[in-house]
């Protein structure tokens, strides 16, 4: 049979690349070149792949049907197929990079093998409409190019970082067709947030953080925080900003609590005992090497506490608010920052109108819906592409 697969990324390139053992197919992009998001990922080190990809590490409007696509067998045997082509694997903690830590050696690997499989790759071809007649696909281009085939699937990512050619125009598509389209909203980027960090801007502190979401906790990270002006940054608010994202959007009071003391257990506990050991000090001298000073000013600042002050000298009230600001830093989340500097959209294709064993949509035959064009969206550390694979991987196991 003859098979189109529209995009690229890694979704589109591994489903042409399984396909092609048994089908004729043509790999098409709007792009002159194959994979540029993927050849941006993990700062240009492509973290591909999770020891422990489990639904919970999504966003999705439907997590019992995303729960039945994540089995282990469509895992292990999708990283099987992706060792079998000579991706070899440096491990850090649970995630995968290329043991070369250089994306474009993940892309030769893809490359190489669509090459040899003799994949038809046309570039520059901007899919603007898809028709069905007669049980045969035609797709149309920009420049009014059509091509036909007996399926097409659909691998044209979400609709971040437009430049890198995903922007969600074929999602109108599908609309057209009958489909429901989740609408794209940014995720994995700095959160903005209710506060004035001008004084502590480009510092970054280990802490955690948790997603509040009308006062009750639903995410909880810690790691490296950088502060922005005007609110937070890093991986941890990264991962933050998919759950502020996602419950925003749906009209939610999200707020941020900061722990700038996040392991240490009993922090009041703590807090007495080094003043007994220091002899009364100082607060600051209290909260050396606890903290950065830019930090420490801030935050006392916040709470109007002189940093002169003796420990033992403050009340009852100046102690839990000492204790909260360190340890409960809490404010409002405004907004995620937009979709074109997002690492990845939430949203897309809705998984009700696929079946999730193959993909193939319930509306239209023959037509197949992968990666991050579904409704989809992981945090950091290599769900996203794992996904794409794992997704691109059973639907060319389908066709052949
Ligand atoms: C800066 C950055 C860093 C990232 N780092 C990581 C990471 O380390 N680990 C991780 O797991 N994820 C990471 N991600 C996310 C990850 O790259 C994406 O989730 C993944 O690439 C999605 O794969 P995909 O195949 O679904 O789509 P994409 O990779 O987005 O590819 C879609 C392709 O479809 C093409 N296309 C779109 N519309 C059309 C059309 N109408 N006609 C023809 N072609 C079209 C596009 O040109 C594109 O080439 C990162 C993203 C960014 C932006």
Redesign the pocket.
């Known amino acids: 049979m003859k098979v189109i697969v529209?995009?690229?990324?890694?979704?589109?390139m591994i489903a042409a690349i399984r396909l092609a053992l048994n089908n004729e197919v043509v790999l098409?992009?709007?792009?002159n070149s194959?994979?540029?998001?993927?050849l941006?990922?993990?700062?240009g080190?492509?973290?591909?792949w999770n020891r422990n990809i489990v639904p919970s590490k999504y966003i999705t409007d439907d997590g019992f049907i995303l729960s039945s696509i994540l089995t282990r067998d469509n895992i292990d045997n999708t990283f099987k197929f992706l060792d079998s082509l000579g991706l070899y694997p440096t491990i850090k903690g649970d995630l995968y990079y290329p043991y070369s830590e250089n994306s474009h050696s993940v892309l030769s690997i893809l490359k190489r093998k669509l090459e040899s499989s003799n994949v038809e790759i046309k570039y520059n071809?901007?899919?603007?409409d898809i028709k069905k007649e007669n049980g045969v696909f035609t797709i149309v281009s920009s420049d009014n190019e059509t091509i036909t085939s007996d399926a097409v699937i659909i691998?044209?990512?979400?609709s971040?970082?437009k430049k890198?050619?995903?922007?969600g125009?074929?999602m109108n598509i599908l609309k057209s067709m009958g489909h429901e389209v989740i609408p794209f909203i940014p995720s994995?980027n700095r959160i903005t947030l209710g506060c004035n960090f001008k004084s502590i801007e480009n510092i970054r502190s280990r802490a955690s953080i948790k997603v509040l979401v009308n006062n009750e906790e639903l995410f909880e990270d810690s790691g490296e925080v950088l502060f922005k002006s005007d609110g937070i940054s890093g991986i941890v608010s990264f991962n933050a900003s998919a759950y502020v994202s996602y419950y925003l959007n749906k009209g939610n009071n999200i707020d941020i609590a900061i722990n700038y003391l996040n392991n240490i257990d009993n922090v009041d506990e703590f807090l007495k005992n080094r003043s007994e050991q220091l002899n009364n000090p100082s607060i600051e001298s209290l909260l050396e090497s606890l903290i950065d000073y830019r930090l420490m000013f801030y935050l006392l600042d916040y709470i109007s506490l002189n940093k002169d002050k003796l420990y033992n000298s403050l009340t009852e009230e100046e102690k839990n608010n000492l204790i909260s600001v360190l340890t409960n830093n809490k404010y409002r989340a405004l907004e995620v920052g937009d979709l074109d500097s997002?690492?990845?959209s939430i949203g897309g294709l809705k998984l009700t109108n696929i079946n999730p064993n193959n993909f193939e949509s319930n509306i239209v035959s023959n037509l197949y819906i992968?990666?991050?064009?579904l409704d989809v969206a992981?945090i950091?550390?290599?769900?996203?592409?794992?996904f794409?694979f794992i997704s691109?991987f059973i639907v060319g196991c389908h066709l052949c």
């Open positions: 529209v995009g690229s990324g890694p979704s589109g098409v992009d709007s792009n194959l994979g540029k998001k993927l941006l990922s993990g700062n080190k492509c973290n591909y071809f901007k899919v603007i691998a044209s990512g979400g971040s970082m890198t050619g995903s922007d125009s074929i994995l997002s690492q990845v992968i990666g991050e064009a992981g950091c550390g290599g769900y996203n592409i794992a794409a691109g």
